[in-house]
C-alpha cells in the first residue's frame, strides 16, 4: 500500500504505453468482469500496441500516477470525446477517476469546449454519474463477436 494516495495527473509520455495498457487488462479481467461475462472479457480486453501508441500520441493523454506507478489514464478528442478512462482496480474508489475527469474538464473550458461525452461500461456508469455526466441513452455495441451494454453519458459545460 502506498502512503499518499493522492495521484499526480501529468500528461502521458510514449514511455507510459506498456503501463496504460497494463492498467486496462486489470481494470476489465477483474473489475469489468464483475458486469460482464467472460467471452465479452476476452473480447474486449485485446489492445493493439500499435493503434494504441498512435491514439495516445494523437490527442492529449493524462495519466494518474500514485507512488510512481500509473493508477489510471483519461483523453479527450478535440471535439469533447472522452474515449478511454480505465482505473487499475489496486487503486480504485479513491478519487482517481474523479482527478481524471476533474482535469479533463478543465481541458475542455480552455479550449472552449460546451460538453463532453463518452460512451460508458456498465462498471464506469457511477463514477461518471458522480462526476455530473448525465445518461444521454443506452447502447448496445458488438465488439469482437460480443454484444456489450453501455451508454452514451454527456456534461454540459455551459
Same mark, same amino acid.
Given at each position: &500500500? !502506498?502512503?499518499? &494516495?493522492?495521484p499526480i495527473i501529468r500528461l502521458y509520455r510514449p514511455d507510459d504505453l506498456d503501463g496504460l495498457i497494463a492498467v486496462f487488462l486489470a481494470a476489465i479481467r477483474q473489475t469489468a468482469s464483475k458486469d460482464y &461475462?467472460? @467471452?465479452?472479457? +476476452?473480447?474486449w480486453a485485446?489492445?493493439?500496441?500499435?493503434i494504441w501508441a498512435e491514439r495516445r500520441? $494523437?490527442?492529449p493523454t =493524462? !495519466?494518474? %500516477?500514485?507512488?510512481g506507478r500509473p493508477a489510471g489514464f483519461t483523453d479527450l478528442e478535440p471535439d469533447g470525446h472522452i474515449d478511454m478512462l480505465y482505473v487499475h482496480p489496486e487503486f480504485q474508489r479513491q478519487g !482517481? @477517476?474523479?482527478h481524471l475527469l476533474d482535469r !479533463? %474538464? $478543465?481541458s475542455a473550458r480552455l479550449q472552449g469546449l460546451q460538453s463532453i461525452y463518452s460512451e460508458v461500461s456498465l462498471t464506469a456508469r457511477p463514477a461518471f454519474e458522480k462526476a455530473g455526466f448525465a445518461v444521454v441513452a443506452p447502447e448496445r455495441v458488438l465488439r469482437n463477436g460480443q =454484444?456489450? +451494454?453501455r451508454f452514451r453519458v454527456e456534461k454540459r459545460l455551459g
Open positions: &500500500m !502506498v502512503a499518499d &494516495m493522492t &461475462m467472460p @467471452a465479452q472479457i +476476452d473480447a485485446r489492445p493493439d500496441r500499435a500520441a $494523437s490527442r =493524462w !495519466v494518474a %500516477e500514485i507512488g !482517481v @477517476a474523479a !479533463v %474538464e $478543465s =454484444w456489450f +451494454d
